[in-house]
């Protein structure tokens, strides 16, 4: 779901697209896997997944002029 032009110079708060608003996101080193049979991920520490970059893992993001605020 992208933001629509019509809420676009407005400030907009919603579910963070990146993580659908659970704060969290697949690994992208291990894509989600937590590593390989002999190694640990060292990016995610083997979780697999890691919070959210795009809104620090609070689930929702605001969004004014197509930028993150
Ligand atoms: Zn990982
Ligand atoms: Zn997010």
């Known amino acids: 779901m992208k933001t629509t032009d019509e809420?676009?110079?407005e400030p907009?708060?919603?579910t963070c697209p990146d993580c659908e608003g659970t704060g969290r996101v697949e690994?992208?080193?291990c894509?989600?896997?937590g590593g390989t049979d002999t190694e640990v991920c060292a990016a995610c520490n083997g979780d697999?997944?890691?919070i959210c970059p795009e809104?620090?893992?609070a689930g929702e993001?605001?969004?004014h002029m197509g930028q993150k605020i």
């Open 31 to 33: 894509e989600g896997e």
């Open 7 to 9: 809420c676009y110079d």
């Open 48 to 50: 697999g997944g890691m």
């Open 55 to 57: 809104c620090d893992g």
């Open 27 to 29: 690994c992208d080193v």
């Open 61 to 63: 993001a605001t969004y």
């Open 12 to 14: 907009y708060t919603g």
